[in-house]
Structure formats: structure tokens, C-alpha cells
């Protein structure tokens, strides 16, 4: 008799909801405030280190190209002294530390793009006229020290990178057969022949030179007649300063390639053929493939879940029949040894094999209980099926759902990193205190993390909210008047709006305890790398660190769990963030089955779609650009390696999409269940797939067959169904428990 009365609207429209936690969004708006005084504050302490930013600094205290200094007409930086600088920092080279590598820096008119042995002048830098008030060779504002630059060079963002130090000296076409001693070719040839030297084979001594300077096109063309094996000789000679060794000319090679390397690859992405595929193939097959898997889960959602399910067991024992293997388990089995000509023992010591072993079993067990669980979550992987083909409905009245995160999220999230980047660095070059830039440098990167999952979180939210007005909807949608609404935007802005206006608070206090728990993690990380060589000496502490690490990776994925089903939480019924939080503890506790099944699924599918997306953006980059007759001069390899990244970005923020649907059917789909009187919204396929058929409506008696009434007529008449007294309740856990 006491207890509650639930509340029979499932949806909460925008008006009926009121502002939830104020003083959390007022607490991230104070944040930002002070990370912005802070961030001007270190600009202004100390503004050189932006002017090494936007003027690139010398190895003497000057900015290149800096207005109103000596340098103001040298823009540009070279390094004079490679060659040296690689011979004395070796133990950078050798030990591939290439970040801690520090050369000499001059300025410079321009980047040097070629040199010549007749004017050697033009290759000198530094010297008497070359302002400077630090550095080495500098004295009383005058440098002392000429370099020499041998090297043709790129110029990128104002860095003259070393390209090249050779130069052509010439080809020419060379004979060895027949020979120049041949008896009787002289004669034939007009007394044309003369033997040669080869630099490269200085011990072949009858090659000769054909059509040599000197030689009449008559005799050319009677010696090319006469040479059975012409060669073309092609001598390329290379320059370098006094004291050059070996090692630190391989140095200088491998920096010239790589540099040849990368602006090779930024020269071939930037082309026409590559910016057109890039775009279309990084940022529009993504999505025409996001619509695609709509469209087959649709038709095959049963197949891919229960090949997906099938797929994981396989893994599972795949991974505990190695772990047997390195177990030395198959160590007897000659007979299949000798049969198959394999080996089947295992090359782990004793205690390797101990251990695997151990691992062995624990692998056995966890995959005979997944096998367990899934058998009996037979009816939970049906209604999933039914959610999952629910959800991609979705596609077809919110298409535009699908680039919510690309045009909200994505710009915002960069922006974001680009800014928190920047002030990272202004943090670290301009506080020296060690003490005060920790404390600033952790809360920066607390804010940036703060911001970021705010961002994630208020697109999740919004996204949900059209999904569970959509899944409330009575009216169809070919009756507005909106002709836009077809694709969803007025009702994903209109979500948009109502978050915006009421729940940035339950975002901003949700994606608070995410950030705390990433930047625990960070400062755990840090310290873990910091203390690595104690940890080596003391297996006790890095047992901590390492358990330290584990516990709380499993605390943010709970807790990052918790919320997200919190903020469909808001998104539907409009509640403050620690409220929907208790309301999903209640949720998941009632419905742990389906939420498992439901959550181990969507973990696969998000492998499946994630990963096989921008793979095939990827190669098919590759093949495209491969076949493309002017491209030759480039390697596709580079423009295949972004449009991965590109397609995986874009196929992450899809495969958000995904979840944030599955995620909002499936509670509001338990949730309208769980109204008095039961399911008033929930579809005709739907129902079908939670065992409610319409068919068997005519074997049913009673107030209990009108749960069966189609969701047209339900709709229309407002029908909801009541359970008569008599009729059995269903079981414990099961949807509709709660039914009088």
C-alpha cells in the first residue's frame, strides 16, 4: 500500500525539467577562469619564450626574422655546424635519444638551395658581421667563428632542413665488350678507341668510352653499333668539411633521408589526386560505411551477434591452449609429433612454465564460465537482437545523428588538445620552480581533461535525448511541417538545446569525477616511470605501483560505465547526475544479465566497426593512388597511414554513435516496461523480440492478451497494459516484474 506510484511519462519534455547541479557548472566556469589568468600570467612572465615560438631563435640570442632586431632580415635557420654538432653529441646518435640533439643555429636571408666550389663565399655563415650576445665564439656582441654549409636544403616553418650535399659531375656511356684490346676494333672503329678508367672497378683496365668528346657522330654511331654491352656511368661527388669521420657522415645521410622521407610524404599528401582521395575516402566512406552497417545489422543482426559471441570463445581457447602449449601440456604427445612433424614442446624454463600453467587454468575456467553464461543468456541475447535492430531504425529519422560527433565533438576536442598543448609548454619553458610548475602543470592538464570528457559527455546527452523523443514519438514524421526534420536535425538541435539549457551542470559534475580518476592515472604513470630503477630494486614497490595502476584502470571504467548510463538517465527523465547515477545502480542491478550481454556485445561490435572501417579506407587509399599513373613519384603509403587515422577518428565517433543509441533503446525500452500497467511506446518489432508477439494475442484472455495490441492501435488509443490479477508474473529479473 506504501509503495510509489512510478511516474507514467517516460519521456520528460524540456519544459517540464528544471536546471540540475548549478554549482558544478558554475565550479568549471570558475576553473576556466582561472586557467586563463594563470595562462596570461605565464605568457607575460616571461614573453620570450613566445618569440622562440613565432621567430625562430639561433644558437647567439637572436630571433630569426624578429622586427626591430639585427636579424630582422634572416627569417630562416640553418645548421652550419652538423657535422661537429653529430661528432660531439655521438651518445645522442648512439643511443637514438634524437629529441636531445642540439645543434648549432644560425640565421638566415634565405634556406640555401644550392652551393657552388667556384664562389665558396656564398656557403660561409656567421663571422665578424653577424650579431650575437651568447653563445660559443661569441665576443663583446661580435662572432668569431665562419661556417662553411655544404648542404642543399628544404625549408619548413622556417627551418632550413639538410637535404642533399652532392653534386652532379657528369655521366658518361662506357664499353667492355668487346674490349678496347680487342685486335682489329681500332681499325674498324677509325682509330676511335681508347681505353678507360673506371673509379668504381679500378681494376677493369679495357673498358672505353663511347661517342667521347671529339668524336665525329659518323664513328658514334658505328661504335654504338659495334658495342654489344653499353653501361651508363653517372658519377655523383658529395662534399663535406675537414674531420669528417665515417660515423658522423652516416649521421648526416640518415638525417638527409629522413628529411627527403617526410618532406617527400607531405609533398605527395598535398597533391591534387591525394587531397581528393584523402577527403573523400578518410572522412566520406567512413560514414557511407556507418549507414552501410546500419543497413546490414538491420537485415543480420542475429548472425553477427552470435558470430561475434562464437568469435570470442574461439579467442578464449585459443589463448588457453597456448598458455597449455608454453605449459609444456603437449609435451608427451609424440605420436601427433611424429604424424604431423610438428613440435609441440615448449622452449619456457621451469618457472615460465609454471606459471603459464597457472594462466592455463585461469583461462579455462573464465572461458568455460563465459560459455555458461552466454547459454543460459539465451533470452537476454534475443531481446538484444531486437534492440540492436531497433536501434538502427534510428538511421533512417535521425540520419543526421551520425555526424553529431564529427560537427560538435571532433572541432571541439581539437581545439581543446591544440590549446592544452600549447600552454603545457609555456608551463614547462617558463616555470623553473620545480614545485610550482608540478602543482600548474597538473591542474592544467586536470582542466584540459575536465573539458574534454565535458565535451564527450554534453554530445552523449544530446544524442540520447533525440533517441528517446524519437523512441516517444506519436506522431509520424511525415505529418510536421518541418521538411528538415526527415534527417533529425531539428530534433537533435532541440536535444542539443535542452541539455544546454538544463544539464550542463549534471555534465560538468559527471565529466569532473571521469577527469579526477584520468588524472590520478596520469600522476600514477608518472610516477611509475620516474621510479623505475627503484622499482627494479624492490619487487614490493613495484608490485604496488603496478597493482596501483590496475585498480584504478577499473575504477574509471566503472565509474565511466556509471555515468554514461547516467546521462541517458538525464537525457530521458531529466534527473541531476547523482540521482540518474543511483537510479543506474538500481538499473543495473535489476537487469545484470541483459546489461552484460549487452555491454560485452557492443564491446566487440565497436572492435568490429572501428577497426575494419579505417583498415579498409586505408588500403583502399593505397590501391587508388597506386593506380593513378601521376602519382608514381610518390608513395601512397603516407596518404594510406592518414586516412587510417582520419577513418579512425571519424569510425570512433560513429561507432559513439552506435553505442549511445543501443545504450539509450535499451533503457528506455526496460523503462517502458516497467511503467504501471506495462510497455506503452515500445514498438511492434521490438515486442516481437522480447516474446511479446502479436500472434499468440488470440490464445491470451483477459485485460493480459492487451499488452498484444499492435503499436499503432496502442498508440491511438491510448492502450497500456494491465496484467489481470490471476495471470503469472514474469520471472525474477525479467522485465515487467514490477507489474500489479
Not at 590520478?520 to 622499482?535: F, G, N, P
Not at 587509399?621 to 582520419?646: E, K, R
Not at 485485460?703 to 490471476?726: D, I, M, W
Amino acid at each position: 500500500c506504501c509503495k510509489k506510484e512510478q511516474d507514467p511519462e517516460l519521456f520528460i519534455p524540456a519544459k517540464k525539467r528544471w536546471c540540475t547541479d548549478i554549482l558544478f557548472l558554475i565550479a568549471f566556469v570558475a576553473a576556466w577562469i582561472a586557467a586563463i589568468a594563470i595562462g596570461v600570467w605565464t605568457v607575460n612572465k616571461d614573453p620570450s619564450v613566445l618569440d622562440d615560438i613565432l621567430y625562430p631563435p639561433d644558437s647567439y640570442g637572436n630571433n630569426c626574422g624578429k622586427e626591430g632586431t639585427a636579424t630582422a632580415s634572416m627569417p630562416k635557420v640553418i645548421y652550419p655546424n652538423l657535422d661537429a654538432d653529430i661528432r660531439a653529441q655521438s651518445y645522442v646518435f648512439a643511443s637514438l635519444r634524437y629529441w636531445e640533439f642540439s645543434p648549432t643555429k644560425i640565421c638566415a636571408s634565405a634556406c640555401p638551395e644550392k652551393w657552388s666550389l667556384a664562389d665558396p663565399l656564398s656557403a660561409q655563415y656567421g663571422g665578424p658581421t653577424y650579431p650575437c650576445s651568447t653563445g660559443t665564439g661569441c665576443s663583446n656582441g661580435t662572432l668569431t667563428t665562419t661556417f662553411t654549409y655544404f648542404f642543399v636544403t628544404q625549408d619548413v616553418i622556417g627551418r632550413c632542413l639538410p637535404f642533399d650535399d652532392s653534386a652532379t659531375a657528369g655521366s658518361r656511356v662506357i664499353c667492355n665488350l668487346p674490349n678496347c684490346t680487342t685486335p682489329g676494333l681500332n681499325e674498324t672503329l677509325h682509330g676511335t678507341v681508347q681505353c678507360t678508367t673506371v673509379d668504381a672497378y679500378p681494376d677493369v683496365t679495357t673498358a672505353w668510352e663511347l661517342c667521347a668528346p671529339g668524336v665525329s657522330v659518323d664513328d658514334c654511331t658505328l661504335q654504338t653499333a659495334k658495342c654489344s654491352f653499353p653501361l651508363t656511368e653517372a658519377r655523383t661527388d658529395e662534399f663535406g668539411p675537414v674531420g669528417q669521420t665515417a660515423q658522423s657522415k652516416a649521421w648526416e645521410e640518415d638525417l638527409a633521408t629522413y628529411t627527403q622521407l617526410v618532406l617527400g610524404g607531405v609533398e605527395g599528401l598535398l597533391t591534387a589526386e591525394a587531397i581528393t582521395v584523402q577527403i573523400s575516402i578518410g572522412i566520406g566512406m567512413p560514414i557511407v560505411l556507418g549507414f552501410v552497417w546500419a543497413v546490414f545489422l538491420w537485415f543480420f543482426a542475429a548472425p553477427v551477434i552470435y558470430l561475434l559471441i562464437v568469435t570470442l570463445v574461439v579467442l578464449m581457447l585459443v589463448a588457453a591452449f597456448w598458455f597449455m602449449y608454453m605449459a609444456d601440456w603437449f609435451g608427451d604427445l609424440t605420436f601427433y609429433q611424429s604424424i604431423y612433424n610438428i613440435s609441440l614442446t615448449s622452449s619456457a624454463n621451469d618457472t615460465e612454465k609454471t606459471w603459464y600453467a597457472v594462466l592455463a587454468v585461469i583461462q579455462l575456467i573464465l572461458t568455460l564460465i563465459v560459455i555458461i553464461f552466454f547459454i543460459t543468456s539465451r533470452k537476454a541475447i534475443r531481446r538484444l537482437i531486437a534492440i540492436l535492430k531497433e536501434s538502427c531504425k534510428v538511421f533512417k529519422a535521425l540520419a543526421a545523428i551520425i555526424f553529431w560527433p564529427l560537427l560538435l565533438q571532433l572541432p571541439l576536442e581539437l581545439a581543446i588538445l591544440c590549446y592544452g598543448i600549447g600552454m603545457g609548454y609555456f608551463v614547462l619553458m617558463v616555470w623553473t620552480d620545480l614545485t610550482e610548475c608540478a602543482i600548474l602543470l597538473v591542474c592544467h592538464i586536470g582542466i584540459i581533461l575536465w573539458t574534454l570528457q565535458f565535451v564527450k559527455a554534453t554530445v552523449w546527452t544530446s544524442m540520447s535525448g533525440a533517441v528517446a523523443e524519437w523512441y516517444v514519438r506519436t506522431k509520424p514524421i511525415k505529418d510536421r511541417t518541418c521538411k528538415i526534420c526527415t534527417l533529425g536535425c531539428a530534433d537533435l538541435w532541440q536535444a542539443t538545446g535542452m541539455v544546454l539549457c538544463k544539464h550542463l551542470g549534471s555534465m560538468a559534475l559527471g565529466s569532473l569525477i571521469i577527469a579526477i580518476c584520468q588524472l590520478i592515472r596520469l600522476v600514477l604513470a608518472s610516477i611509475d616511470y620516474y621510479t623505475k630503477d627503484l622499482q627494479d630494486k624492490n619487487l614490493w614497490l613495484k608490485l604496488v605501483m603496478k597493482c596501483s595502476q590496475c585498480v584504478m584502470w577499473c575504477l574509471q571504467k566503472t565509474i565511466e560505465f556509471i555515468s554514461y548510463y547516467g546521462y541517458v538517465f538525464v537525457a530521458i527523465k531529466g534527473h541531476s547526475f547523482c540521482r540518474a547515477c543511483f537510479v543506474t545502480f538500481g538499473f543495473v542491478a535489476k537487469y545484470m544479465t541483459q546489461t552484460v550481454v549487452n555491454k560485452a556485445v557492443q564491446g566487440m561490435l565497436r572492435l568490429l566497426i572501428g577497426w575494419t572501417t579505417p583498415v579498409a579506407c586505408g588500403l583502399t587509399t593505397f590501391f587508388i593512388l597506386d593506380s593513378i599513373s601521376n602519382y608514381d613519384q610518390y608513395n601512397p603509403i603516407w596518404a594510406g597511414i592518414v586516412v587510417f587515422v582520419v577513418a579512425y577518428v571519424v569510425a570512433d565517433g560513429i561507432v559513439t554513435v552506435y553505442d549511445c543509441i543501443i545504450d539509450t533503446i535499451y533503457l528506455s525500452a526496460f523503462q517502458d516496461m516497467e511503467r504501471p500497467g506495462g510497455p506503452k511506446y515500445m514498438s511492434d518489432d521490438l515486442r516481437k523480440g522480447f516474446g511479446l508477439d502479436p500472434a499468440v494475442a488470440a490464445h491470451e484472455a483477459g485485460n493480459h492478451a492487451r499488452k498484444y495490441v499492435p503499436v499503432g492501435e496502442r498508440k491511438k488509443q491510448g492502450v497500456v497494459t494491465v496484467l489481470s490479477p490471476g495471470a503469472s508474473n514474469p520471472s525474477a529479473g525479467e522485465p515487467g516484474q514490477s507489474y500489479a
